[in-house]
C-alpha cells in the first residue's frame, strides 16, 4: 500500500496543478479571439505546496480565432516536479486543447457568457509526477460584463478524471480588473477547486495579477497568490504575449 501511495502522489500533485486557465490567472472569461486573430504565450508557472513544487517552463499557448465565436486552443509545455524528499524530474508535460465558444455577446444589460470546453492530454510521465496518466476533462461556463475602465469575469465548471486515485471536482473563480491606463491594468481573483484526489482537501486562493502593454500587440503578464482555505498552495505566473490579425486589431 505505501508504494502504491507512493506512486501515486506526484499524479496527485500534477492533478491539482494544472489548472491555469485565463492567463495570468486560474479564472478564465468567455471572450473568444477575434475571427481570423491569434494569440500566442510563452511563459512559466510555479506552484509549491507542503514541501513539492510543479512549475511548467518554458510552456506555450496559442489561440486562434477560427470563426466567429469560436476559439481554438493549445498548450504544452515542459514541466518541473521536485516532491519534498523525492527525486526530481523536468520533461514534457500534459497537453490541453479547448474550444471556446462565446454564446451570448455582451449589451450594455446583459453579460456575455461562454463555454470553454478541454482535454488535458496524457502526454506527461505520470510515474514521474509529470502527469495525470489518463487523459481528463473540464467543462466550465463562463460570463463577463464590462462598465468604463473595469472588467468583471467569472464562473466555473466541473472536472472528470478517471485516473486511478483521482476524483471528479467542482471549481470556479471570480476576478475584478481595472485599466489604469492604455499600458497598465491591475486586477484580484478569488478561486476555489474542490477534492480532487481522496487525500486532499480542496482550497480557495487569492491571486493578483495584471498586464502591461508595451505596445498593441505585446504585453508582459504577471500574478501570484496564496491559498486562505484548504490545501496550501503558493502561485505564480510570468508571461509574454503577442497578438496579431489581419485588420491590425
Known sequence: MGKCLGFLFPLFLATTLQVWAGPPFLTDDPEPVDYRHFEFYVFSTLDKSDGNALAQGPAIEFNWGALPDVQLHILASLSYFSPEGGASAYGLGDTEAGIKFRLVEETPGLPQIGIFPMAEISTGDSSKGLGNGLTWYRLPLWIQKSWGPWTAYGGGGYAFNAAPGARNYPFGGWLLQRDLNSALTLGGEVFAQGRDTDSDQGFLLVNLGGQLNFSRRFSLLF?????????????????????WGPDGK
Not at 500574478?223 to 505564480?236: C, E, P, Q, Y
Open 223 to 243: 500574478s501570484g497568490g496564496h491559498s486562505v482555505v484548504g490545501d496550501d498552495h503558493t502561485v505564480g505566473y510570468l508571461g509574454l504575449y503577442w497578438t
